[in-house]
C-alpha cells in the first residue's frame, strides 16, 4: 500500500499541472480547476488500490474531473447565467464533458500549461502572490513544501494562495495566452517569477540554510517547459541558460561542515558539467533566436554569457575578467540598475584592480535602493581587503552581517570581519541574531 501511495504521488506530481491546466481552461476559473482536480485525486485514492493504476492515469483524472466539474455546474441553480457569463465558447467546452478516458489530450496540453503559466504570473498579482502560486501549481509542491521553503506558516501561505486565486476570479483574468501585442510585456512577468523562485533556492535569502535546492529544481523545470514551448523566444533560453549553469554550482557552495564557499574558491572539477552542457546549448539557442529575431541579447542571455565565461574556466585565475566586465557593461546599458552596477564593480576590480571597482562601488554609496542591501557593504569590504585597508574592511562586513537575513552567510562575514580587524566584530543586535 505505501508503494502504492508513492506512486501516485509521483504520478500527481507528473500529471497535476496538465490536469489543471486543461480544467482551467474549460472552467474559466484557477481556483476551481484546481479543486475539481483534487476532486479527482481523492477519488483515485479511493478506487486506485482496488481496481489498479488505469493506462492512462492522466485521461482518467482528467474525465473523472470533467464529470465532477459537471456536476457542479448541475448543482448550480444559476448554470444558465454561468453559461452565458462563461460564453458560447465556455458553453461548448461544458458540453463536452465525457467519461471517455482514452480522450486525446495532447493537441491542447501545450497550449493550456503555457495559459496557466501566463494567467498566475498576471500583474494583477504583487510578487509574492505570483511566486506562490506559480510554485503551488505549476511547481507541483505542497502548500506545507513552498511554507518551510519561504519561512512563513503554513497558514500564511495557504491564505497567500487562497488570495491570489480570488483575486485572478474577480479581476476576470482568462485562462489563456494573452493577445500577440500583450506577449512580450506579460512574459517578461513570466520569466521574472520563475528567476525569482531559482534565486531563492540558490542563494536563501533569510533562514538557516544557504541554498534550498527544491526550489532550484522546480525553476530548472518549469524554465524548461517554458523553452519546450516557445522555441523562438531569445529570453526564454536566456534564462534556462542562466539557470542551468548556476545550478551546475550548487553541490560546491556549500562546505563539509556547512559553510559557506564562494564562487572563486569552489572545486570547479565538481561543477555538475550536464547542466552546465544544457545550459551551453540553451546559450547557442539563445543566440540563434536572438538573430533570428533581429533583436540583440537580452538581460537574461547577458547573464548566462557571463555564467558561462565562469564555468569555461578551469581554475578561477583562467576566468576572462575582462569578457565579463565587457558584458557587465552592456548589461547596464539593457537594464541599468543599482544591483547590476553593483556586480559591474565586481568584475571591474577583477579584470582593472581594486580601485576601479572602489570608484564604482562608492558612486553607490547614496542610491536609496541599496541602503540596506548587504552585497553593497560586502563588495566594498572585499575591494577595501584587497587594497590593504583592513580597519575599513572590517567594519563594511560586520555592516553587512547586520544586513542580511541569512545565518550561514551573517556567520561567513561576521568571520570576515574578525580576520580583517584582528579582534572581535562589533556587536550584532539581538534582533537580527
Request: proline letters at 4%; glycine letters at 4%.
Given at each position: 500500500m505505501a508503494d502504492l501511495r508513492r506512486t501516485i504521488d509521483a504520478l500527481w506530481r507528473i500529471e497535476s499541472t496538465r490536469l489543471i491546466a486543461g480544467l482551467a481552461r474549460m472552467v474559466r476559473d484557477v481556483g476551481l480547476a484546481e479543486d475539481l482536480a483534487q476532486d479527482a485525486l481523492v477519488i483515485a485514492l479511493e478506487k486506485w488500490p482496488q481496481s489498479g493504476i488505469p493506462d492512462k492515469p492522466g485521461a482518467w483524472l482528467m474525465a473523472v474531473a470533467k464529470n465532477r466539474a459537471l456536476d457542479r455546474f448541475r448543482r448550480d441553480k444559476s448554470l444558465d447565467r454561468k453559461l452565458q457569463e462563461y460564453g458560447r465558447q465556455a458553453g461548448a467546452s461544458l458540453g463536452e464533458f465525457s467519461p471517455d478516458?482514452?480522450?486525446?489530450?495532447?493537441?491542447?496540453?501545450?497550449?493550456?500549461?503555457?495559459?496557466?503559466?501566463?494567467t498566475v504570473c498576471h500583474p494583477v498579482l504583487a510578487t509574492e502572490s505570483r511566486v506562490a502560486l506559480t510554485?503551488?501549481?505549476?511547481?507541483?509542491?505542497?502548500?506545507?513544501?513552498?511554507?518551510?521553503?519561504?519561512?512563513?506558516?503554513?497558514?500564511?501561505?495557504?491564505?497567500?494562495?487562497?488570495?491570489?486565486?480570488?483575486?485572478?476570479?474577480?479581476?476576470?483574468?482568462?485562462?489563456?495566452?494573452?493577445?500577440?501585442?500583450?506577449?512580450?510585456?506579460?512574459?517578461?512577468?513570466?520569466?521574472?517569477?520563475?528567476?525569482?523562485?531559482?534565486?531563492?533556492?540558490?542563494?536563501?535569502?533569510?533562514?538557516?540554510?544557504?541554498?534550498?535546492?527544491?526550489?532550484?529544481?522546480?525553476?530548472?523545470?518549469?524554465g524548461r517547459i517554458l523553452a519546450g514551448l516557445m522555441t523562438e523566444s531569445p529570453e526564454v533560453h536566456g534564462l534556462c541558460a542562466l539557470m542551468e549553469i548556476q545550478a551546475s554550482r550548487l553541490p560546491t557552495r556549500i562546505g563539509k561542515n556547512g559553510n559557506t564557499i564562494l564562487l572563486l574558491d569552489?572545486?570547479?572539477?565538481?561543477?555538475?558539467?550536464?547542466?552546465?552542457?544544457?545550459?551551453?546549448?540553451?546559450?547557442?539557442?539563445?543566440?540563434?533566436?536572438?538573430?533570428?529575431?533581429?533583436?540583440?541579447?537580452g538581460t537574461y542571455a547577458l547573464q548566462a554569457e557571463i555564467a558561462a565565461c565562469h564555468a569555461r574556466a578551469n581554475r578561477a585565475e583562467d576566468t576572462d575578467w575582462e569578457r565579463i566586465a565587457a558584458l557587465y557593461d552592456a548589461l547596464s546599458e539593457t537594464e541599468p540598475s543599482p544591483v547590476v552596477e553593483l556586480n559591474r564593480a565586481m568584475a571591474v576590480s577583477m579584470a582593472y584592480g581594486p580601485s576601479a571597482g572602489l570608484e564604482i562601488a562608492d558612486a553607490l554609496l547614496d542610491v536609496a535602493e541599496l541602503q540596506d542591501y548587504h552585497?553593497?557593504?560586502?563588495?566594498?569590504?572585499?575591494?577595501?581587503?584587497?587594497?590593504?585597508?583592513?580597519?575599513?574592511a572590517s567594519v563594511e562586513f560586520t555592516r553587512a552581517a547586520r544586513l542580511t537575513r541569512n545565518l550561514k552567510e551573517r556567520a561567513m562575514l561576521l568571520e570576515r570581519a574578525v580576520l580583517e580587524r584582528g579582534t572581535e566584530p562589533l556587536p550584532i543586535p539581538t534582533s537580527l541574531q
Open positions: 478516458f482514452t480522450a486525446p489530450l495532447q493537441k491542447t496540453i501545450d497550449d493550456d500549461v503555457l495559459g496557466l503559466l501566463f510554485v503551488k501549481l505549476l511547481g507541483g509542491l505542497s502548500t506545507q513544501e513552498i511554507a518551510r521553503a519561504y519561512l512563513v506558516t503554513e497558514t500564511t501561505m495557504a491564505q497567500r494562495i487562497v488570495r491570489a486565486k480570488r483575486t485572478l476570479t474577480q479581476a476576470r483574468v482568462p485562462v489563456n495566452l494573452p493577445r500577440s501585442e500583450d506577449l512580450v510585456p506579460r512574459l517578461a512577468s513570466v520569466l521574472e517569477v520563475i528567476y525569482l523562485i531559482f534565486n531563492e533556492g540558490y542563494s536563501a535569502t533569510s533562514g538557516e540554510h544557504w541554498t534550498r535546492p527544491a526550489l532550484c529544481e522546480e525553476s530548472l523545470r518549469l569552489q572545486d570547479r572539477a565538481k561543477w555538475d558539467q550536464l547542466l552546465i552542457r544544457r545550459g551551453m546549448d540553451a546559450l547557442v539557442q539563445a543566440e540563434v533566436a536572438s538573430y533570428r529575431a533581429a533583436v540583440p541579447l552585497l553593497l557593504p560586502s563588495v566594498r569590504a572585499d575591494l577595501l581587503r584587497k587594497l590593504g585597508r583592513m580597519e575599513e
